[in-house]
């Protein structure tokens, strides 16, 4: 069963570091996503992307988070100046457009210290 | 808020029992989902109800939705170990736009 891919499965950071977070949609899915969760509560969204740009992001996604994709493949979450708070799991979810369930990956766990 | 919420929060059952979680949400839908998360996973998406189908079954699992009430439930019937885990409704905005989760069941199934 096809998957999203997403790379590094754990990553740690100085404050201040940028981050770059990788994913690997499914291939024939339209519409990629960016959420977060940090330790014991709920998944919030971030970032929708569709047609190579940005279709909705919430009020976490300030200046400094990014999405590019860069190579037509690749979907990439990028954090610039990283904060304590930013510690939590990041997961990325692609969807093929139509009503059907999103599969996600299975996250990054990124820790700022 | 147009998050929706879970009930209960958590739950602790005997293996082989039936589970049961309910989600409330506020505002119209065209499809209600339900994930599952096992600690410290990603999300496994489990069944996809649309707003015009009041029953859905997969496997071991049973969604029912109510669109005038506004609620949903998953019934998993004779539940297995492997069945403890977090599970969360989640409803897009109009089309493939985002997801938004409700607070998630915690269940725990003891052997």
């Known amino acids: 069963e096809p998957e999203v891919t997403q790379t590094p499965s754990h990553q740690v950071t100085q404050m201040g570091q940028e981050v770059i977070l990788r994913c690997v949609p499914i291939s024939n899915h339209l519409y990629f996503y960016w959420y977060r969760q940090i330790l014991g509560q709920k998944v919030e969204f971030l970032v929708s992307f569709y047609n190579n740009e940005i279709s909705e992001k919430s009020e976490i996604f300030d200046d400094q988070f990014s999405v590019e994709r860069p190579d037509g493949s690749n979907f990439t979450l990028k954090i610039r100046s990283t904060k304590l708070e930013d510690s939590a799991m990041y997961f990325c979810?692609?969807?093929?457009?139509?009503?059907?369930?999103?599969?996600f990956g299975s996250g990054t766990r990124l820790t700022v210290v | 808020s147009q998050q929706g919420e879970e009930d209960p929060q958590a739950l602790s059952i005997q293996e082989g029992e039936n589970a049961t979680m309910n989600c409330s949400y506020k505002t119209s839908i065209n499809n209600l989902q339900w994930y599952r998360q096992n600690s410290g996973r990603g999300l496994v998406h489990l069944i996809l109800?649309?707003?015009?189908?009041r029953e859905k079954h997969s496997g071991r699992l049973r969604v029912t939705l109510d669109t005038s009430k506004k609620s949903s439930s998953l019934l998993i019937t004779a539940s297995r170990a492997a069945d403890t885990a977090s599970y969360f409704c989640a409803r897009p905005n109009f089309g493939n736009e985002k997801l938004t989760f409700g607070t998630g069941t915690r269940l725990t199934i003891i052997p």
């Open positions: 979810a692609s969807v093929e457009g139509g009503i059907y369930g999103y599969t």
């Open positions: 109800i649309r707003s015009n189908e």
